[in-house]
């Protein structure tokens, strides 16, 4: 007996509710009753009645029949629900959707990413000049906080510019026309990982090894330095 009781039970169904429509419905201009009366609207359509009355939801909830008309009409002006027509067997039927809902909670979501990203840009921007400033043991000039911006506007990740800024250090020639060359090359090759930044500085600096073993007798034969930014 109480299995069959559990059993109706789980026949009841449940409905998926996006954690972010709990975290943001005040940023899409919701409130907790019109929260409710959607999730409400959301039960009915997955059991099938896709048309319920004000009657019908405020049997539900704690508000009466006039007061769920006035919010759905309310939600419909606010652009969160749709009416739309169908017709079967030339009989035209009414049904409501919520894919609005959706469609908001995507742009909301979207517009919450975009802010995060550039929030995250702005502080890696602060960080970047900080870095900078560390190495060259100095506050940076106007010209030359308007090249690490520039960089930073041509899509050079930030990762990728302290990467050039290390090679920099590395090769004891610590100056933004060096860096801008290392950053000119590596965007010429594809370089857009930490990894292959890596790879491209190591090459740089074992053939630099191999120029300087190679000692006088090399260079009494006139070969041109090797520079890796010109491989």
Known sequence: MIKNKIFAWLKEGTITIPSFLFSNYKAMGLNEQ????????????????AFPTPSQMAA??????????FMIQRLIQKGFIDIEEEYSNSIRHERYSIDPLYEK??????KTLNQTESAQAAADNDSLYTIFEKEFGRPLSPFECETLAMWMEEDHHP???????RESVISGKLNFRYIDRILFEWKKNGVKTLEQAKSHGEKFRVHQKRDKKAGPAAAAKEVPFYNWLEQ
């Open 159 to 165: 990762d990728i510019i302290k990467a050039a800024l």
């Open 34 to 49: 019109e929260v409710m009366l959607l999730l409400q609207l959301q039960s009915f359509l997955e059991m099938g009645n």
């Open 105 to 110: 909670m995507i742009d909301c979501f979207l």
């Open 60 to 69: 539900r909830m704690t508000f009466q029949e006039s007061e769920c008309l």
